[in-house]
């Protein structure tokens, strides 16, 4: 058939091998059967969803750093009380277990799906939650990962975190998912993994078992029934990549010795020994409303105090970059919510907080410098969502005054980008922040699978604000970072280097990639990848440029 499939590439990687598709989710019968006993119905019905939260927990247990907290989230929403009551009020209302649970979760998950954003890319948990607990009840096997008994390339219409968590790199070559977007689970989750994987991916179900295909995680391309040409391809850049990647150690720089700190991206404690195995130098981002995604009401200083600690402590005198709290839009904090607004991304945000509750900021810094003097820790302190050199300059001057010496802001909103040069008068340092930065720039939700393309870190007028914003930091002789996804990208990382960007920071999975690209270059040859990258009109030109640039 030999057919090609495209989709977005979300995890690096290439692999061929045959395919086997995800276990297919309970059906409910088309009869419904009557119910004799309601109150005993209502009972089978939360047992059953109190055992999914259970089995859910043992996963959390047993996997580690994001994966496991995605699964002790889902875990929460399954021992939900109100869904329970919900389902409780079916079951009582004559509707079997197996039929309230599923109609219970299908209400919930359009509300989320209405959200949209963030929420609507949760939905996916839910129906993992809905197709466990139905199985239970209808007395049939749970869905799940398949275990053929040979290496296989995983397909899905979309994987839920409880099966991606669990997944053994070694017998799961790829991933391909038919739905899902940059920040999916199965996105998030594969990275962490390092296994190859394209989402959003047109098709990809009706692909039959057995079916060989050729996976390209980096370019989100699927061959589906590839010559053996391209499936030896596939396996010749499997072992490449992975004769590369255990070859680069140590702290990043170029080939000719130019250094470049490679960071890593972290979300709590967890995450801290990934970090390390992957010999991160320090950590570049802490994203401190991770910690909290789950609180309804505000931490105390005490236990923020002793979770900044576990974190600043487990990195062992490295720098840590603490990100103040980002909360709104994707991630809302319940404690720090404020009224519906029209438009959450564009709304009272990270920073912009900051002028409705001023306590929250005040008790974060506290809590950071007790955690720093308590560890003796190398921290340095950014605010989210930043846009004017005020702004930076007030939250460099609150930082001080908690003792914190080292401040600095993200650049992540084009105005920043644009008064680079005088936001970082205001700072000790800047971080650029990809994610928004491009969401701001194109007026795309970086959550939109269909608007990929503009969100794409290689587009030239992202390049051109991170341009700007290197050269405003190489002028003041002042550290610039990246900690958006841009960072991850092994030949975007050479040229982020080129233009004088000092540190990178990423998730730890990808640090091992950049460091071999890195090491492949002298910095003469990022530079001419940085130049090259600046004059081209497409991301695809771009890349291309700053591909023959840095090998020419
Ligand atoms: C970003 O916006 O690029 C960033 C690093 O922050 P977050 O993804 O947490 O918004
Ligand atoms: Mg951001």
């Known amino acids: 058939m030999n057919k090609d499939l495209r989709g977005l590439g979300v995890s690096a990687g290439s692999a061929a091998g045959p395919a086997v598709r995800l276990g297919t989710p309970p059906k409910l019968p088309d009869v419904v059967p009557a119910v004799a006993d309601t109150g005993a119905e209502a ?164 692909v039959p078992d057995g079916t060989v295909v050729a996976v390209d995680g980096s370019a989100g391309t699927v061959v589906v029934e590839p010559a053996p040409e391209q499936v030896e391809q596939a396996a010749r850049r499997r072992a ?65 105090r002793a979770t900044y600690a576990e974190i600043l402590g487990g990195m062992g005198g490295r720098k840590v970059v603490v990100r103040t709290l980002d909360a709104g839009a994707d991630k809302p904090l319940a404690f720090a919510s404020q009224e519906a607004e029209p438009n959450p991304a564009l709304g009272i945000r990270g920073l912009r907080l900051d002028g409705l509750l001023p306590a929250l900021l005040d008790a974060q810094l506290e809590a950071l410098a007790h955690a720093a003097k308590d560890t003796g820790a190398d921290v340095w302190v950014m605010a989210p969502m930043v846009s004017t050199p005020a702004e930076a300059a007030a939250f460099a001057a609150r930082v001080r005054e908690h003792g914190l010496p080292v401040a600095g802001v993200m650049i992540e909103v084009p105005a920043a980008a644009l008064c680079a040069a005088r936001i970082i008068e205001q700072a000790d340092f800047v971080s650029i922040g990809t994610n928004d930065l491009s969401q701001y720039t194109f007026a795309a939700d970086r959550q939109a699978g269909a608007l990929a393309p503009l969100l794409d870190p290689w587009q030239p007028a992202l390049l051109q604000l991170m341009a700007m914003t290197a050269t405003a930091g190489r002028a003041a002789g002042k550290p610039v970072s990246v900690c958006g996804e841009a960072a991850s990208d092994p030949l975007l990382a050479t040229v982020l280097a080129g233009l004088g960007v000092t540190s990178l920071s990423m998730a730890p999975p990808a640090l091992a990639e950049v460091r071999a690209a890195l090491a492949e270059r002298t910095l003469a040859e990022c530079e001419a990848a940085a130049a090259a990258a600046l004059t081209a009109t497409t991301p695809a030109a771009a890349r291309a440029a700053a591909r023959a640039a840095a090998e020419s």
Not at 47 to 72: C, I, K, M, P, Y
Not at 169 to 197: D, Q
Request: net charge negative; with cysteine.
């Open 43 to 206: 009972d089978r019905a939360v047992a059953a969803l109190e055992a999914v939260g259970d089995f859910l927990r043992r996963r959390s247990a047993a996997a580690t750093g994001q994966a496991a907290d995605v699964l002790a989230a889902e875990a929460m929403m399954a021992r939900d009380p109100v869904l329970a009551t919900k389902v409780r009020d079916l079951a009582r209302g004559g509707r079997p277990a197996a039929w309230a649970v599923s109609e219970a979760l299908a209400s919930y998950r359009e509300l989320l799906t209405s959200a949209g954003g963030y929420l609507a890319e949760r939905a996916a948990d839910l129906d993992d939650i809905a197709d466990r607990a139905v199985a239970l009840l209808l007395g049939e096997p749970m869905p799940g990962i398949p275990a053929p008994g040979h290496p296989f390339v995983l397909l899905a219409t979309e994987l839920a975190p409880a099966d991606t968590a669990t997944l053994d790199p070694a017998a799961v070559l790829a991933i391909v998912t038919e739905r899902g977007g940059l920040t999916s689970h199965t996105a998030i989750l594969a990275k962490t993994l390092g296994i190859p994987a394209v989402v959003s991916c047109p098709g990809i179900v009706a």
């Open 240 to 304: 490449e990549r992975a004769e590369r990647l255990a070859a680069a150690h140590g702290p990043g720089r170029t080939r000719d010795g130019h250094l470049v700190k490679l960071l890593a991206n972290v979300g709590g404690p967890a995450d801290v020994a990934a970090a390390i195995a992957a010999e991160a130098e320090g950590i570049g981002l802490l994203r401190t409303e991770f910690l909290f995604l789950d609180r309804h009401d505000e931490p105390s200083g005490e236990e923020q």
